[in-house]
């Protein structure tokens, strides 16, 4: 069985940095399809930046340039480096992971951006 544990997260100040993390566990051979998704209060869940396939990443419009979507294969974890954070940030967001055509979901992380 497949589990994905996040960690980090909280309040940080309008321009302030914080990272994401989310580890695979279960009988993976690969974490290639993994990304992280957000969301706000009301609002549908969103794409925040994945990768696709190799090493190509993709990025929501409103995060580039400012957060940074990394991996570690041999720990099959997945990082979100989120910068210059803005108070439209505030979301939960979680961790997905596409594996033998099955998504799975972490159990999401609270980020919020304020002052």
């Known amino acids: 069985q497949v589990q994905l544990v996040q960690s980090g997260g909280g309040l940080v100040q309008p321009g302030g940095s914080l990272r994401l993390s989310c580890a695979a566990s279960g009988s993976i051979a690969s974490i290639s399809l993994m990304g992280w998704y957000r969301q706000a209060p009301g609002k549908q869940r969103e794409l925040v930046a994945a990768f696709t396939s190799g090493s190509n990443t993709n990025y929501a419009d409103s995060v580039k340039g400012r957060f940074t979507i990394s991996r570690d294969n041999a720990k099959n974890t997945v990082y979100l480096q989120m910068n210059n954070l803005k108070p439209e940030d505030t979301a939960v967001y979680y961790c997905?992971?596409?594996?033998?055509?099955?998504?799975?979901w972490g159990q999401g992380t609270q980020v919020t951006v304020s002052s």
């Open positions: 997905r992971l596409t594996y033998l055509s099955t998504g799975y």
